[in-house]
């Protein structure tokens, strides 16, 4: 175990009938603890990378360590680092239970399980399931204790939840879970942590790192020549929207759309 790990600073004190944030550090994450889970690459790094930057105190975990370990001395600022598995109970139980205090929670799970309705085996559909909406969900729960009065929880989701396409039916029912969980917690657990989810676009980032280089750029360019952006996201960019999530105290129950405009583009006829 590293002597990094879960090094995080005890939450604030809450002071009631009094911002959790006063004065000039309304919006401020210096000396806040923000917790990535995911944030061993792509935009959970990214969002890792931009909080110490901000002044947070870090702590990023996923199932690879060596990844985590070197996303750790990347980021810099003294990150502390575990590895987990969002799928096993236990596990996220005694994880959660090292922690010393949480401002930030930020879950950003990825998985996906392409296919057509009538042939995608059901076995890819859990498992999907069970990486993106029940991990993140058991890892909120086990949190949940561990998060002072004044924090957020952000979760992530996709496109896909309200502008389906071909063969991506399971995805979207995934995003579409994982929205409506954070739309009900932000009502549950309010006033005291808000609860809000990301839905970026295609993002140039490791999630598609499995594909062949050359098949890879085609996709972002196609992709990046429908949106009014003109071209895919970059996980810097994400990672600054979920910034603004995390300290904006006004904002919660929201589904933010970080998506080049996604959600307006002009798909092909057939």
């Known amino acids: 175990m590293s002597d990094r790990e879960f090094r995080i600073m005890p939450a604030l004190t809450y002071q009631p ?3 959790f944030m006063p004065g000039s550090q309304k919006f401020s994450l210096t000396n806040r603890s923000v917790v990535v889970v995911g944030g061993g690459s792509g935009i959970g790094k990214a969002v890792a990378r931009a909080s110490a930057a ?3 105190k ?3 975990a996923s199932r690879n360590l060596d990844k985590l370990a070197a996303a750790a001395d990347e980021i810099g600022g003294n990150t502390a680092y575990a590895a987990l598995d969002m799928t096993d109970a236990n596990a996220v139980e005694n994880w959660a239970g090292q922690l010393a205090g949480v401002d930030h929670l930020v879950i950003s799970a990825s998985s996906a399980a392409h296919g057509p309705f009538a042939e995608l085996p059901l076995d890819a559909l859990r498992g999907m399931f069970d990486a993106k909406f ?5 890892v909120a729960r086990a949190v949940l204790p561990k998060i002072a009065p004044g924090g957020s929880i952000t979760f992530f989701s996709g496109v896909l939840s309200r502008r389906p396409g ?3 039916s399971g995805l979207g029912a995934v995003n579409g879970a994982v929205e409506s969980l954070a739309l009900a917690l932000a009502l549950e657990l309010g006033p005291a942590i808000r609860v809000n989810c990301c839905s970026p676009g295609m993002v140039r980032s490791e999630a598609y790192a499995a594909l062949p280089a050359d098949a890879r750029e085609e996709m972002y360019a196609s992709t990046g020549a429908s949106l009014p952006v003109g ?3 970059e996980t810097d960019e994400i990672a600054h929207a979920v910034l603004f999530m995390m300290t904006n105290p ?3 129950g929201q589904v933010v759309d970080v998506d080049g405009g996604h959600m307006i583009r002009q798909y092909a006829t057939r």
């Open 17 to 19: 009938g009094r911002p």
């Open 54 to 56: 901000a002044g947070a």
């Open 58 to 60: 870090v702590a990023i």
């Open 134 to 138: 029940f991990g993140p969900y058991s």
């Open 166 to 168: 071909e063969n991506c």
């Open 231 to 233: 071209r895919v996201g």
């Open 250 to 252: 006004y904002l919660t």
